[in-house]
């Protein structure tokens, strides 16, 4: 089945720096790739998705880039700011069902 | 506008017991999915309901299961409860189409001792 690697575990950066964080993916036929934010205690929020006909996608601090080929997509965070301190999830899904997360990334931004 | 609500918020069970788990998904969705999310860990999918018929299936026993009802909302059962299902129970829904954007709840978290 559908596997789903996410790195790095753990990423502090500075306020104002970018944060990247990756993932690849075992399926080739995966055509849908979300990234949650999740802060402690609360629920998974949907901040941004990509699918497979589209190669990267902005919105405002946030992009994602896909790499069907290498079956990688990443998550770039510019000008961080301390409110987007929480924990990053990716997933992968086949026609938009059964979504395969990540393991997570605590990204931690200091002032 | 209410988002997906899910009962109970908190629970305290012991092993071997059963439990209810309820959700009511978005407003105009008609599919709902569970997934359990242990500690430090990413949800995993448990299954999806559609029509009232369960559509997919994760990798749970049958322990876990599940249903829908006509008005689209949901109950997940787990029976025979053991420490490790210990987590947050998380219901999603979605609309039927090509859209795709799950709305999570904010889960049922489960203790079991």
């Known amino acids: 089945g559908e596997n789903v690697e996410q790195h790095p575990s753990t990423l502090s950066v500075q306020e104002g720096d970018s944060a990247v964080i990756k993932c690849t993916y075992s399926?080739?036929?995966?055509?849908?790739f979300p990234w949650y934010k999740q802060e402690l205690g609360k629920r998974p929020q949907l901040i941004i998705d990509?699918?497979?006909?589209?190669g990267e996608k902005k919105d405002q601090r946030i992009a994602v880039t896909l790499n069907k080929t290498a079956k990688h997509f990443s998550l770039h965070i510019t000008e961080t700011q301390p409110e987007d301190s929480a924990v990053y999830f990716c997933a992968a899904s086949k026609g938009f069902q059964k979504l395969v997360f990540g393991t997570g990334t605590r990204l931690l931004v200091s002032p | 506008d209410a988002g997906v609500t899910q009962s109970p918020t908190h629970l305290i069970k012991t092993r071997g017991q059963q439990v209810t788990l309820r959700c009511s998904p978005k407003s105009g969705h008609d599919t709902v999915s569970w997934y359990q999310q242990a500690l430090g860990q990413g949800p995993q999918f448990i299954f999806q309901y559609y029509e009232e018929e369960e559509r997919q299936r994760g990798n749970f026993p049958d322990r876990f299961s599940g249903h829908q009802f006509p008005n689209y909302s949901s109950e997940l059962n787990v029976n025979a409860l053991l420490l490790g299902d210990s987590a947050l129970y998380l219901c999603a829904s979605s609309w039927d189409s090509t859209t795709g954007e799950l709305f999570f709840g904010e889960g049922s978290r489960l203790t079991v001792l």
């Open positions: 990509i699918r497979s006909n589209v």
């Open positions: 399926d080739s036929a995966s055509n849908y």
